[in-house]
């Protein structure tokens, strides 16, 4: 296996590469060790721009002082509306340095939702990112009476704007200036006073129950955490990363701004959502970390783009992939793989795997990260065939990020690994429920004691929600959520997770929820991938006239049965899926059936489409 990649270069590291026990303490370090060294970089108009470790600290030091003029308190909180971007970051640091508390919103957020969390925050300064972000703050404003000001990163469209409680970003950095000069000492005082047990940010969770709720994390818990994600696999200034995710969750915020930080990985940001395939294949990231929606959507790029190409290619790359499944089998198997087979592996990769990976933009890559819901384990496997190790991580807001983690020395597909050795981690005896306890693990919800009272066992273990199992190994597998766990009519335990695993590796299916909880049998509503699907209709010529009547084209329904039969063989008959229903509504993350991490929400999903449900199990009805 070693000879197949560097597993020198996946090593952990286990002693601190950066010092202090706060995220402000750790930055500041950062900012004097690696001064002219880059850390930043974004794409303005077509052009990469970099920003050091010296230009950071200095637009960091002056949105503090602004803050500060502004009569921004410790213990007060800032809000921060916007997509991933570099503002996000330069926010993030100045509310903390200033002691304050950070907290992001989803900028798929409707006003009513930001309505909701700046005032579950007691947020008294927001800053948004442009006129349509602004636009949601004033219109609940005066909803919101702690809310003392709002800063906008980008004025374009607001020039004539007069409203003495909105400001620019390049205004409140002039008043920190202003600020600074007068009060050389003041952030440094702030930062010096900060202690590792004061709360640092908010994060909330998505809401697929009832509305958000905050989990606090303190600075200590942040410092013990980002330094204990360096022992899962290490990350050095030398490497490349991206950020794309959005930073209010914890997987970016952890995974990347913060790990970053710490280990001084340059942080790439791309220009925007829909520009994330071609800024992977200029920025050729060395780590890149994602959630399997992103991973799902190369493999269908690769697979319709190769349905497009030539017969000679098209065989090429059976035989490439091929070669590539031979050693990730071996590899997965713990077993060596022959001299004549590795020969045959780079002459795969020499004549084709190669080029895929180019087309990705993962030919650097060390390694892949996957986390922050399930993936088919037949896509990591892919993806070890193409010759670069994808390791899965499982945690949640809760515990900080990931809380187990696969060892590159021994990757277990459809597992989520061991412990990751900065926690603990077991199974509830009764339940079989997966249950952490360590200091990264978050200090409670906001406002919320008996939530929070009712989130952790009698001797102070979270409780996960998750249900799973353990290995020999000590390896995790995640079962299901405790409360999704289906038992149908004839009191089968069916894991609708894994059913649906199986339907997202279709590169036309982009999510799925099974359905069948006392039930005679299962059946499924599916939301399909427009884009490929579309792409299949035109090849294929099928009319259609909007995204309903592509749903309902027989051609696509017909698509789709294919794709469903094709996973039913994989399972036994109790656990076949009978009927489908196809969504034929085109949803985005402002969609109250999505999460702001673009999942469907399951119960609200049965709900809503309850009607169309019971059609699929009426005697002698037939799937739509």
């Known amino acids: 296996m070693s000879n197949l990649w560097d597993l020198s270069a996946l090593q952990p590291v286990t002693h601190s590469v950066l010092a202090g026990d706060t995220i402000p303490a750790m930055f500041w370090n950062a900012v004097q060790e690696r001064g002219p060294k880059v850390w930043l970089r974004e794409k303005e108009l077509g052009i990469w721009r970099s920003w050091s470790w010296s230009q950071v600290g200095e637009a960091v030091r002056e949105i503090a002082g602004g803050l500060m003029a502004l009569g921004f308190a410790p213990g007060e909180c800032a809000s921060i509306l916007s997509n991933t971007n570099v503002e996000w970051v330069l926010a993030d640091l100045a509310v903390l340095s200033c002691g304050g508390v950070a907290n992001g919103i989803y900028p798929t957020d409707a006003p009513a939702q930001v309505q909701y969390l700046s005032e579950d925050s007691a947020t008294c300064v927001l800053f948004v990112e442009d006129d349509e972000q602004l636009d949601k703050a004033l219109e609940v404003r005066a909803q919101l009476p702690r809310l003392r000001k709002v800063v906008v990163f980008d004025m374009k469209g607001l020039r004539g704007l007069q409203d003495p409680d909105v400001l620019g970003l390049d205004e409140l950095r002039a008043l920190g200036r202003q600020w600074n000069a007068a009060h050389p000492t003041a952030l440094d005082e702030r930062v010096a006073a900060l202690r590792p047990e004061d709360v640092a940010i908010l994060v909330y969770t998505s809401g697929t129950t009832g509305k958000p709720k905050g989990a606090m994390h303190t600075h200590g818990a942040l410092a013990y955490t980002v330094r204990g994600n360096n022992t899962l696999v290490a990350r050095s200034e030398q490497d490349e990363a991206m950020c794309f995710l959005p930073l209010c969750h914890i997987a970016e915020r952890m995974g990347g701004e913060y790990f970053s930080l710490y280990t001084g990985a340059k942080l790439n940001f791309v220009e925007n959502p829909d520009t994330v395939p071609e800024n992977v294949r200029e920025i050729a990231p060395t780590v890149f970390t994602a959630v399997p929606r992103v991973w799902e959507k190369f493999y269908s790029g690769v697979t319709i783009a190769l349905k497009e190409s030539s ?314």
């Open 311 to 624: 017969r000679l290619q098209q065989a090429a790359y059976a035989w490439a992939i091929g070669v590539g499944m031979q050693i990730a089998e071996r590899v997965l198997a713990g077993q060596p793989v022959p001299a004549g087979l590795k020969a045959r592996f780079r002459l795969a990769r020499w004549l084709v795997l190669d080029n895929v990976r180019k087309m990705i933009g993962i030919h650097r890559a060390r390694f892949l990260v996957t986390g922050a819901a399930p993936i088919s384990p037949e896509l990591i496997k892919w993806y070890l065939a193409l010759g670069v190790p994808m390791l899965e991580v499982w945690g949640m807001t809760e515990t900080c990020g990931a809380a187990t983690g696969m060892l590159p020395a021994r990757i277990k597909p459809g597992s989520i690994g061991p412990a990751t050795r900065f926690n603990e981690v077991r199974l509830d005896p009764e339940t079989g429920e997966i249950q952490v306890r360590g200091p990264n693990v978050f200090k409670g919800y906001l406002n919320l004691p008996d939530k929070t009272a009712e989130t952790f066992t009698e001797d102070g273990w979270l409780r996960t929600g998750d249900v799973g199992t353990v290995d020999g190994d000590g390896y995790f597998r995640i079962v299901d959520r405790m409360k999704d766990i289906i038992i149908t009519a004839g009191g089968k335990n069916v894991t609708p997770s894994e059913i649906e695993n199986e339907l997202k590796f279709s590169p036309y299916i982009t999510d799925a929820v099974v359905i069948g909880d006392q039930r005679p049998y299962l059946t499924v509503i599916i939301m399909i991938d427009q884009e490929n699907v579309e792409k299949y209709a035109q090849d294929h010529d099928v009319p259609f006239s909007n995204y309903a009547s592509l749903t309902r084209a027989p051609e696509v329904q017909a698509l789709i049965q294919g794709v469903i039969d094709e996973v039913n063989r994989k399972f036994a008959r109790v656990e076949q899926i009978k009927k489908f229903f196809l969504l034929d509504t085109q949803l985005t993350a402002e969609d109250e059936e999505l999460t702001p991490t673009m999942k469907l929400k399951r119960k609200l999903v049965q709900t809503k489409y309850a009607e169309q449900i019971e059609a699929m199990y009426r005697s002698g009805g037939a799937a739509p």
